[in-house]
Structure formats: C-alpha cells, structure tokens
C-alpha cells in the first residue's frame, strides 16, 4: 500500500535548527519531494531527493534513505514567515505521481 | 503572472447544481493533476493527465468529471455533489517524471 507519515505539529524558536522527519512506503517510488504550504495559499517546491544523501538549498536541506524510507527537511535560522505547513510528498509511479502526507504544522515563535 | 492559474478562487454551490472548475497553466508542461484537499488530511490525488490523454483516475466518484481539451487547460465538472465534498481543489502541472509540481491557488468549494 502506499503511506507518508509525518508528525502533526512542531514548535521552534525564532533563529533556531528544526529536522521535520518523513517516512514513506509507496510503490514505483521515483523520488521524494518536500512542499510548504502557507494557510490559505497553494504548495510551493523546496526540494526533490532521488538518490540517497543530503541536497542542500540555502537555510534548508533535505536528506534521503531510501533503503530505510527515511527523508528529513532541515531548516535553519528559522524565520517567522517559516511557519507553515510541511508537505512531504513520495513520487509514484509515471508523470509524476505524487501521493502526500498529512503534513506537518509548523510554528516558529520569537 | 502566476503559472498556474485556477478560476473561481472560492464557489459555493447546492447539491442539484452544475459548475466547472478551472485551470490554465502557462508553464508548457505535459502533465497536469486534480487534487483535493480536505482538512486534516493529506493531499488527494483524484485525476492526472498526460498529453491530454487521462493517465490515472483515482477512484474518484463518477459525480466529479474532468476535462483536459489540451495540454494548457484542465476542468474539473461538478454536478450533484455532496456536502462532505467541500474542499479546497487545486490543480498541478509538472513538465515529466523527477520534476516538481506547481500548484494553483485551489478553488474553496462549499456544498450546501
């Protein structure tokens, strides 16, 4: 079967490192993708893994085991407009399938 | 201008009525996705399209019939929907395989 698991909510300070983790059983897996999603506002790309190891992307990175079904999105001197959720995303299958997780609600605090 | 443009941002409709949902992308890629979005929940993938020619229909009710007249454009038609289908309903397009997809807005829709 097909499942993305991830934490509901977290909570971190204003200037601090956050991991969000991301575990995944989906068949045809082609990569794994990382979303934001602003309340009210359409998911916005941060980043796509397909092989194993750590992509870097300014204050985020994100990292892939596929042998485990493991990704973590790393933020880094954490902003207040970084509160959002987090979607993590395993592509399936052809053309870009994605099936997604429930995301996870992120709260920066000063 | 965004890529992905959806029309109406927000629709509100009885359970008898007939309305179409929107999308245009300006990206020139060949792949383009309903979702829906439910709250508390994750991401639905309900339709994919690929060169036009519908790829995937994720057992969506026969009461949600989509239209792709070319690769820039996607409908979603509605008609005698139920009110546990209120949602946010947002159209995707991605250029292939390992690359992202872009996101509309999403059109609100309530069903009274």
Same mark, same amino acid.
């Given at each position: 079967g097909q499942n993305i698991d991830q934490p509901t909510e977290m909570t971190a300070t204003e200037g601090a490192i956050v991991q969000i983790n991301c575990t995944y059983q989906t068949s045809g897996f082609n990569g794994l993708f990382w979303y934001q999603q602003h309340a009210g506002e359409a998911p916005t790309f941060l980043s796509y893994n397909v092989l194993d190891g750590l992509e870097e992307k300014g204050r985020f990175s994100s990292f892939l085991s596929r042998s485990k079904g493991y990704s973590y999105l790393l933020l880094k001197e954490? /902003?207040?407009?970084? #509160?959002a959720s987090y979607l993590c995303a395993s592509g399936s299958g052809?053309?870009?399938?994605l099936i997604f997780g429930a995301g996870t609600r992120l709260a920066v605090h000063p | 201008e965004t890529g992905v443009t959806q029309t109406p941002r927000h629709l509100v409709m009885g359970m008898t009525n007939k309305k179409s949902l929107k999308c245009e992308q300006h990206?020139?890629?060949n792949a383009m996705y309903w979702y829906k979005q439910s709250a508390k929940k994750p991401l639905e993938l309900m339709f994919v399209y690929n060169f036009k020619e519908?790829?995937?229909?994720? #057992?969506?009710? #026969?009461?949600f019939s989509p239209e792709c007249p070319n690769s820039s454009h996607l409908f979603l038609h509605l008609h005698?929907? /139920?009110?546990?289908? #209120?949602a946010l309903y947002l159209c995707a397009s991605s250029q292939d395989v390992g690359s992202e997809a872009f996101f509309g807005q999403g059109t609100r829709l309530t069903v009274v």
């Open positions: 954490l /902003q207040m407009k970084d #509160s052809g053309y870009n399938k | 990206l020139g890629h519908q790829t995937e229909n994720n #057992s969506v009710p #026969s009461r005698t929907l /139920q009110p546990e289908d #209120s």
